[in-house]
């Protein structure tokens, strides 16, 4: 009853920026923590950013001072603006929630989104 759906990732060349959002629609009562993973072919998943209900973050260190990630909590959506992309970037990126559905549960279930495309090339 609860759905994250990112969009914005595309191809785009070294250098170059993307930003990416995620909403989560449905029976939500309230979200906590939002973060974005990525996931390259054959790889592990990694958290890339996090942010907390408060608006604190946090981030991998290959993302640092590019990356930048916020939320807007009146439109339950998360965003994550990405410049001086680099091919090492290249991955599906996933949204990541905490959220409460208040048709289930008050308590926080956690909820991926489907992922989207970010393909750097140099």
């Known amino acids: 009853q609860v759905q994250l759906v990112e969009s914005g990732g595309g191809l785009v060349q070294a250098g170059g920026s993307l930003r990416l959002s995620c909403a989560a629609s449905?029976?939500?009562?309230?979200?906590?923590?939002m973060a974005w993973y990525r996931q390259a072919p054959g790889k592990q998943r990694e958290l890339v950013a996090a942010?907390?209900?408060?608006?604190?973050?946090n981030y991998a260190d290959s993302v640092k001072g590019r990356f930048t990630i916020s939320r807007d909590n009146a439109k339950n959506t998360v965003y994550l603006q990405m410049d001086s992309l680099k091919p090492e970037d290249t991955a599906v990126y996933y949204c990541?929630?905490?959220?409460?559905?208040?048709?289930?549960?008050?308590?926080?279930?956690?909820?991926w989104g489907q992922g989207t495309q970010v393909t750097v090339s140099s």
């Open positions: 990541n929630a905490d959220v409460t559905d208040y048709s289930v549960s008050r308590y926080y279930n956690n909820y």
């Open positions: 942010i907390s209900s408060g608006g604190r973050t």
């Open positions: 449905g029976s939500i009562s309230s979200i906590n923590a």
